[in-house]
C-alpha cells in the first residue's frame, strides 16, 4: 500500500520529528510512504481568519502535490479536516471540484488511517508512563475520530493511560483564536492545564500538534514535570 505523508506546517517546523515516527510506524506496518515536495500549507489559516480566495492557492497547489497519491496520511485531526472540506470550497468549480473530492476521499488522519484501513490495533508499542489524552477538537468533532487514538494507545505495552477531567474541553488554541483572543485562549489552557494536573498524569499525549504545542507551552511555564508526547511518537517507542 502506497502512502503519502502530509506533514503540516507545525510538524514541519516545530515538529520534524513526529513526521518521522510517523513514516517509521507505517513502514512497520507494511506501508511504502512518499513525500510529496510541492506540499505547503492546506490553507487554513487564511481561511479562518475570512481570505477564503487566497487560501484556495494554497488548497489547489495540495491538490497538484497529492494528485497522484493512493492515499494521503497526516498527523493532523485538524489539517484532515481542512481537506475534506475542499469540495465545499470548489462546488460548481469544472477545473477543481473532482480534484478536491479525490484528495478529501483519500485523506485520513494518522490513528484512523491505522485503525480503520489498515485494521491495525496493536503496533507492538512499548513505552512505560502514566499518561492522559487531550481530544483535539477538529479531529474529534469535525473529523469524527473519537475511539481510534485510544483503541492503538490501550495496546501500548507498559502504558497507564487516565482518563482526562472534561476532556471534551477545547484547549484554547483554535489556530487564529489564540491570538485573537488571546485572554480567552489563555484561561482556557490554564483550565485545561489543572485537569491534566488532576490526572497525576506524567506524559500528555495528543494527535494534534498545535494543540500540543499550546498545552505544552503553559506546562512548561508553570514548570510542571509533564512530557508532552504526539500519539505518533508513543506508538513508534519501542523495547531495548
Known amino acids: 500500500m502506497k502512502v503519502s505523508l502530509f506533514i503540516t506546517c507545525l510538524a514541519d517546523v516545530f515538529y520534524p520529528e513526529v513526521g518521522m515516527d510517523v513514516v517509521e510506524v507505517l513502514e512497520r ?40 497519491s493512493e492515499y494521503v496520511v497526516t498527523p493532523s485531526g485538524s489539517c484532515a479536516y481542512m481537506f475534506k472540506e475542499y469540495p465545499e470550497f470548489f462546488k460548481g468549480d469544472p477545473e477543481w471540484e473532482g480534484k478536491a473530492k479525490s484528495l478529501a476521499d483519500k485523506t485520513y488522519e494518522f490513528s484512523h488511517f491505522l485503525v480503520e484501513v489498515l485494521k491495525m490495533e496493536d503496533m507492538g508499542a512499548a513505552f ?13 468533532r469535525l473529523l469524527g475520530v473519537k475511539d481510534a487514538p485510544f483503541t492503538l494507545l490501550k495496546n501500548v ?12 474541553d477545547c484547549c484554547g488554541f483554535g489556530g487564529t483564536f489564540s491570538v485573537k483572543m488571546g485572554d480567552i485562549s489563555s484561561a482556557m489552557v490554564d483550565e485545561k ?28 511555564r508553570e514548570g510542571l ?6 500519539l505518533a511518537e508513543v506508538l513508534n517507542k519501542r523495547k531495548g
Do not use: W
Not at 508512563?129 to 479531529?139: D, E, F, I, L
Not at 489543572?194 to 503553559?218: F, P, Q, S, W, Y
Not at 514535570?225 to 504526539?230: A, G, L, Q, T
Open 29 to 68: 506496518a507494511g506501508c511504502e510512504v512518499d513525500f510529496p515536495e510541492e506540499q505547503t500549507c492546506c490553507g487554513q489559516p487564511a481561511y479562518s481568519t475570512g481570505y477564503l480566495e487566497d487560501a484556495k492557492e494554497a488548497m489547489k497547489q495540495m491538490m497538484r502535490a497529492f494528485a497522484d
Open 128 to 140: 512505560e508512563g502514566r499518561a492522559t489524552y487531550h481530544k483535539s477538537c477538529h479531529m474529534t
Open 193 to 220: 492545564v489543572e485537569h491534566i494536573k488532576e490526572t497525576g498524569a506524567d506524559v500528555l499525549i495528543g494527535g494534534d500538534c498545535g494543540c500540543l504545542m499550546n498545552i505544552g507551552g503553559r506546562i512548561e
Open 157 to 168: 505495552k507498559g502504558l497507564v493511560l487516565e482518563p482526562l477531567p472534561r476532556s471534551q
Open 225 to 230: 514535570p509533564v512530557r508532552v508526547m504526539h
